[in-house]
């Protein structure tokens, strides 16, 4: 058994495979997941787990050179997109529209479903590379 770090293997698997560019999606309960993308489905009850404590994980784990949010999430959750600029730190951070955010649904490694009821609570991070 792992002793650090994420415990859900197909989590610790997507990341594990991902190459520099791919990108991995951490979305709210409401995200329309494209038909026959990747998506592991955390959602247990409204809330749980929170998108904050999802992204926070994958950030422990992936080397993420950018991070990419719809703009409403900053107009609509302004909340919740301070928290998550408490927690990307230099990471850099790129706005799209939400319709933009949905469509790199379609083309990424893998989509990670949260409990989080919060409106736009949707992020794409972008894989770097250590060396």
């Not at 909340?79 to 850099?92: M, V």
């Not at 649904?105 to 990670?112: D, Q």
Request: charged letters at 20%; glycine letters at 10%; aromatic letters at 4%.
């Amino acid at each position: 058994m792992k002793k650090h770090g994420i415990l859900n293997s197909n989590i610790s698997e997507l990341i594990a495979g991902m190459g520099h560019g791919d990108n991995l999606l951490i979305v709210d309960a409401g995200f329309p997941v494209p038909p026959g993308t990747r998506k592991i489905d955390l959602a247990l009850v409204c809330g749980i787990p929170s998108f904050i404590d999802t992204v926070e994980a994958a950030l422990n784990e992936l080397q993420v050179e950018s991070i990419i949010i719809a703009r409403e999430m900053e107009e609509i959750s302004s909340g919740l997109y301070d928290r998550l600029k408490g927690i990307t730190g230099e990471i850099p951070l790129v706005t799209v529209s939400h319709e933009e955010l949905k469509e790199k649904a379609k083309s990424s490694s893998g989509i990670i479903r949260t409990g989080e009821c919060t409106p736009f609570a949707n992020i794409v991070l972008v894989s770097g590379v250590t060396f």
